[in-house]
């Protein structure tokens, strides 16, 4: 869980502006981006005891366009359905309202898959039949959305969100394809690309037969895009778990583990690109001979199997790729 709150940290904080537009345009109108965000990092809330956990998940101090006044946003992503949910943001906002002495502007992200029906946004009070107290904030429930309504937004967030919509599992390989096909159109940074296909390679994961689908969508569509496309899912993990997005690194340790490789970080590289490239040739080469693979495993070197991973979209054959 902690991972996942993470991740959805890591991302709204890199992409904040790009957050706030997408969802929340009418916000978005308010704040100076020029002069603010500013980010408060670990904020711990030390006036509501009753909470095991009492750290916001991402508090943002920002300016008013216009004017020298401030106030906070408060995004608490939510990964699992809680029925205390509506009361929680209102002792957050509270809470944070008493410690900075600012209004506070609460959103709730919610990244659960279940339950499917429309979550509420607003908590009520009621003492001796008056209601005293009526306390509203904005949802972004991610399994209300359809991911088709976002394909065409030229947004970062809208493509690593895309993959944890309201997604069919029979859809799931289509749209890493369409997420990283719409990803190479926005031209972003090597860091902010990376981050994007982490998120969704670690949000919408796939089985060995989603893979086989993935693959069999990558060959329809133009070359030139299927190298770009691997050159995304193969990079983003070369680029180090240091910036904590190297989820493809970590899958290479597990499988370099479960087969007697306990090396480290090296050998789980070259484990990974191995497996990928299998899983990008066979279907255009045909399934691996025991000569085929014997040459494959002598390949140690994960700068290498790289390039082979990128040549394999137009070799003919197995021995013209490995020549």
Request: glycine share 4%; aromatic share 8%.
């Amino acid at each position: 869980m902690k991972r996942h709150d993470e991740r959805y940290k890591q991302l709204i904080t890199v992409f904040f502006r790009e957050f706030v537009l997408l969802f929340l345009p009418e916000l978005g109108e308010h704040i100076d981006f020029v002069h603010s965000p500013e980010f408060i990092q670990q904020e711990v809330l030390h006036n509501i005891p009753a909470y095991s956990s009492r750290e916001v998940d991402l508090l943002v101090k920002v300016k008013y366009q216009g004017q020298d006044v401030q106030f906070l946003v408060h995004i608490e992503n939510q990964a699992t359905h809680q029925a205390d949910f509506p009361k929680r943001m209102f002792d957050y906002s509270s809470a944070l309202m008493l410690q900075h002495g600012l209004p506070v502007y609460p959103i709730a992200l919610l990244s659960y898959n279940r339950p499917i029906k429309p979550a509420p946004s607003i908590y009520e009070l009621k003492v001796a039949g008056a209601n005293v107290l009526r306390f509203e904030y904005r949802v972004i429930q991610l399994n209300q959305l359809s991911w088709r309504s976002y394909l065409e937004v030229a947004n970062p967030v809208a493509v690593a969100l895309m993959a944890a919509m309201n997604v069919p599992l029979e859809e799931r390989a289509r749209v890493r394809v369409q997420c990283m096909r719409a990803l190479l159109n926005l031209k972003l940074d090597s860091v902010r690309t990376a981050l994007v296909v982490g998120f969704v390679e670690d949000e919408l994961p796939l089985t060995d037969a989603q893979r086989v689908e993935f693959e069999r969508d990558l060959v329809v569509i133009p070359v030139e895009e299927q190298v770009a496309i691997m050159e995304l899912t193969t990079s983003w993990w070369r680029e180090g778990r240091e910036a904590g997005m190297q989820v493809g690194l970590e899958e290479g340790r597990q499988e370099g583990r479960q087969e007697g490789r306990q090396e480290g970080r090296q050998e789980g590289q070259v484990v990974t690109a191995r497996k990928i490239l299998v899983r990008l040739a066979e279907p255009r080469l045909g399934k691996l001979t025991p000569q085929v693979k014997k040459r494959l495993d002598s390949i140690s070197d994960a700068d290498v199997l790289e390039e082979l991973i990128i040549q394999a979209m137009t070799a003919n054959s197995w021995n013209e790729l490995l020549k």
